[in-house]
């Protein structure tokens, strides 16, 4: 399998050798696959949830300091 990128437009697609070997010319060209990844692929919101899970425990122990300074 191959990753192909289209000069004019842009579009990327991945097929078979053979295939690609025919198609690579004037408007495709190979592209790599981390490149054909990026763009077929939608990243996922875990990063976000983590990222929250982060700030409410800086908060949670912020709140602790602050009764702890207080008393």
Request: proline content about 3%; hydrophobic content about 30%.
């Amino acid at each position: 399998m191959k990753c192909l990128k289209n000069q004019k437009t842009g579009n990327i697609i991945r097929v078979d050798d053979k295939q690609a070997q025919n198609m690579v010319g004037k408007e495709w060209q190979y592209t790599s696959k981390v490149e054909w990844k990026s763009a077929t692929r939608i990243p996922a919101p875990i990063v976000e949830a983590v990222n929250n899970q982060i700030t409410d425990s800086v908060t949670i122990s912020e709140k602790q300091l602050k009764r702890k300074k207080s008393k």
